[in-house]
């Protein structure tokens, strides 16, 4: 409904220039937009959060896991063979869209993955004995505030909001989440690279490119 | 430059993924350890249980220095009441509202007279529950045969034991079979004849026991020998680290 409300209510903002070529004064009136409606995509990859950390890994905090089940003994005695491998985490992947409304807004989506990888192996054989990974997903409305628009360099910061489900093999659950990206920064024109310092679901730093394209057809 | 920022930015990516933890070590006696942690609390339980029937024989001998010392092992405080009847013996811990009550049942007769004993016990809030049985060897004043069954299995064998009045040392020599009921296993023990179980003064053990574990919803099994050579200055070293197990 933001967004619909947003999208209705905003519209461009044109200026007029004025030339003087050779020696005759030429008034050009050109109405030239100083921003253009343009898709963004962006594909990004983040570093770990405290966030991503509670929904991936209840062992970061030193949380008890309330999914464990008591075990039977043969089962203890049985799991006892096993060991568990270094546990890794796969960075959060990030695909996102927004739509420049004005200069310095922008409005659209973000979809988050991740995971925390690891296994039991046998303590003799070494062999598999069972994956351990668990898996994040998160989609959320996202609202980005440019507040320096250059040709090839933006400035910007983001807030999203959204919810995540996060499971294994076994069980998943939803819950809330959020985003924040507290300075961001974009280089270049159509293809461009962005860098990010934010704090929620997307990891407290992130890099990814992304491409930008005008909406409307000149 | 649009290649260079790319190949930049996926160096950059590479970063973004971390080790969060280094895992465990892979600890190949990990599962002994639980099975022999079972096996040395039922033998533990056999050799507490006849501590109870060498104090209850002290007092009887009218042996004050080996019962002082195995009341000592029994780590009962000072403060119990015990009562010797003529058919039994009765001890008595306060605590409280909820008194334990220890009785032995003599029915007037030593073990060195071959009597056959009954260990039980009690609290207000439980009725008797027999914990060990003991039968006495004609004309031994330290030995008997030690029989107990508790939800989880039985355990039978005998005890010998020797007091050193000197340096006030009494050792209790156990030796023993078990088995032990799981949920989806089944544990049988034996104590090696030549490395029998010796706890001395309460801050010493030694000893070797074969084991046989099956999972009999895996059908599995494991047979190893556990040895300790220890002393109680830390329990836990016993059953933990102190023991080496040997497969069978």
Same mark, same amino acid.
């Given at each position: ?218 | @430059? ?10 950059? @990516? ?58 000592? @092992? ?160 830390? @329990? ?13």
């Amino acid at each position: 409904m933001l967004l619909i409300f947003l999208a209705s209510t905003l519209s461009a903002q044109n200026r007029s220039v004025e030339r003087e070529v050779g020696e005759d004064y030429v008034k050009i009136t050109k109405i030239i937009p100083n921003w253009a409606e343009k898709h963004d995509l962006r594909i990004g990859l983040g570093s770990v959060s405290l966030l991503s950390m509670m929904y991936l890994d209840a062992d970061f905090f030193g949380m008890v896991d309330y999914n464990v089940i008591e075990q039977d003994f043969n089962d203890r005695v049985a799991q006892a063979d096993w060991y568990r491998s270094p546990q890794y985490f796969t960075g959060v992947i990030s695909f996102s869209y927004a739509y420049q409304l004005r200069r310095w807004l922008q409005l659209g989506g973000t979809v988050n993955f991740a995971a925390v990888t690891d296994s039991y192996r046998h303590c003799v054989t070494n062999e598999k004995m069972r994956d351990n990974n668990t898996y994040l997903g998160s989609i959320m409305p996202t609202v980005r505030f440019t507040y320096l628009n250059r040709e090839k360099v933006q400035l910007y910061s983001a807030i999203s909001l959204g919810v995540t489900i996060v499971g294994d093999t076994d069980y998943s659950e939803l819950g809330p989440c959020y985003d924040a990206t507290l300075f961001g920064c974009a280089f270049g024109k159509s293809v461009f690279g962005f860098v990010e310092i934010g704090n929620g679901i997307g990891g407290w730093g992130r890099v990814g490119i992304g491409y930008r394209f005008d909406a409307k057809k000149k | @430059m649009k290649r260079y920022m790319i190949v930049a930015l996926l160096a950059l @990516m590479t970063f973004t993924g971390c080790k969060l933890g280094d895992g465990t070590d892979p600890n190949p006696n990990k599962s002994k350890q639980i099975i022999w942690s079972c096996v040395y609390d039922d033998i533990y339980s056999g050799y507490h249980h006849g501590l109870f029937a060498i104090y209850g024989e002290a007092l009887l001998n009218d042996n004050q220095a080996l019962a002082e010392r195995a009341k000592q @092992m029994l780590d009962l405080p000072e403060t119990i009441s015990v009562v010797v009847e003529e058919e039994r013996i009765v001890l008595t811990k306060s605590n409280g509202l909820n008194p334990t009550i220890y009785t032995i049942v003599t029915k007037g007769k030593k073990l060195s007279e071959g009597a056959v004993w009954s260990l039980s016990y009690s609290t207000a809030n439980s009725s008797d529950r027999t914990l060990a049985t003991f039968t006495g060897k004609e004309g031994s004043d330290s030995a008997f045969a030690i029989s107990r069954r508790d939800s989880e299995g039985p355990i039978n064998g005998d005890i010998t034991y020797t007091y050193t009045a000197e340096d006030q040392t009494l050792a209790v020599s156990l030796n023993c079979t078990g088995e032990i009921e799981k949920v989806g296993a089944k544990i049988t023990f034996v104590v090696q004849p030549q490395k029998l179980f010796v706890f001395t003064n309460h801050s010493s053990v030694v000893g070797a026991v074969d084991i046989l574990y099956k999972d009999t919803d895996r059908g599995t099994t494991k047979s190893f020998t556990a040895e300790v050579v220890s002393d109680f200055s830390n @329990m836990h070293d016993i059953i933990y680290d102190n023991a080496v197990y040997k497969e069978n």
